[in-house]
C-alpha cells in the first residue's frame, strides 16, 4: 500500500522560505518518479515540479528559478525548497507518484504567504 505524507507547510512571509518534504512507503522508492503538485482555493490542481528515479528535474512555470525539488532515496523521502515566495503560492501542496497506471497523493500541507 503506497503511502505519502507530506509535511513542512505553514504561514510565511512574502519573500520567505519554506521546505517541503513527502516521505513515501509502500513503493520501490529509488525507482519512483515523483511530483509536487498544488491547488489553490477555486482553482485548479497544479503540476509545479517532477524529479525522475536519476535525479533529472523539471519545473511549472510558476515554479522556475525560485522552487528546487530534490530527493533522499536513503529516506525515502522527495522534498520542495520554496524560495522568494509570494500570496500566489498559496495552496495545499500534494506530492504525488504515479506509475503502471495508478497515482497515488498524499494528504497535502497548507501554505499560505501572507503579511
Known amino acids: 500500500q503506497v503511502q505519502l505524507v507530506e509535511s513542512g507547510g505553514g504561514l510565511v512571509q512574502p519573500g520567505g522560505s519554506l521546505r517541503l518534504s513527502c516521505a513515501a512507503s509502500?513503493?520501490?522508492?529509488?525507482?519512483?518518479?515523483m511530483n509536487w503538485y498544488r491547488q489553490a482555493p477555486g482553482k485548479q490542481r497544479e503540476w509545479v515540479a517532477f524529479?525522475?528515479?536519476?535525479?533529472?528535474?523539471y519545473y511549472g512555470d510558476s515554479a522556475k528559478g525560485r522552487f528546487t525539488i530534490s530527493r533522499d532515496n536513503a529516506k525515502a523521502t522527495v522534498y520542495l525548497q520554496m524560495n522568494s515566495l509570494k500570496p500566489d503560492d498559496t495552496a495545499v501542496y500534494y506530492c504525488?507518484?504515479?506509475?503502471?497506471?495508478?497515482?497515488?497523493w498524499g494528504q497535502g500541507t497548507q501554505v499560505t504567504v501572507s503579511l
Open positions: 504525488n507518484h504515479a506509475g503502471l497506471g495508478l497515482s497515488y
Open positions: 509502500g513503493l520501490t522508492f529509488e525507482n519512483s518518479d
Open positions: 524529479v525522475t528515479r536519476t535525479g533529472s528535474t
